[in-house]
């Protein structure tokens, strides 16, 4: 494999999808922005959906296994370790929106069959989500009808004010979490006056 062309067909294609999101981009985009011929491209990926499998993968890896580390660190208190996967969704979705809008958007949309670009976003959701269940778990007693809510409010909020304010990343994670610790209290006051 020419790894020379392979490397401009993946940068290409991160900023084209970036740009355009997954739905919006094509093949010719991508190889204009590479500055090759669309046919070399296919003789690296079979089509779009695999080229941004990769891509997306490659880019969710790195910060699932970072939100995993911290959901481990029993050395912080949960709402602690909440706070900086705070920090780390809200600097994923300033620099990769169209990523993040579209996992978020695409997870919730019944495919009869889902390409690989919908499967890597199918699955990055559904490992954002496990992630954060065993969090709230932690956060919310003995009320698991809660938890489901508290991470889509949670992820919601992480979208939304991440997308609207990119740039305010130091008020925006104090945003998210005195959210989420009003929604716990909440949560927990109603647990108290069931009891």
Known sequence: MNRSFQ???????????????????????????AGIAVGTIYNYYPNKAVLYQ???TGQWSELEQAIFRMTCDRELEPLLRLHNITDCLLKFVSQHSSFWREIME???REAEL??????AQIQAFEQLKKHLRRLFSEMVTDDSAWIERHVLTYIAAV?????FFPDQLDMNREYVTELVQHIV???????CDTI
């Open 159 to 163: 979208t939304h004010i991440g997308v």
């Open 185 to 191: 209290q909440l949560t927990e006051k109603k647990n």
């Open 106 to 108: 695409d997870s919730k």
């Open 7 to 33: 490397q401009r067909i993946l940068e290409a294609a991160h900023k084209v999808f970036i740009e355009n999101g997954y739905r919006q981009s094509d093949m010719r985009s991508i190889a204009r922005e």
């Open 114 to 119: 889902p390409d690989e670009g919908h499967k």
């Open 54 to 56: 990769e891509i997306l």
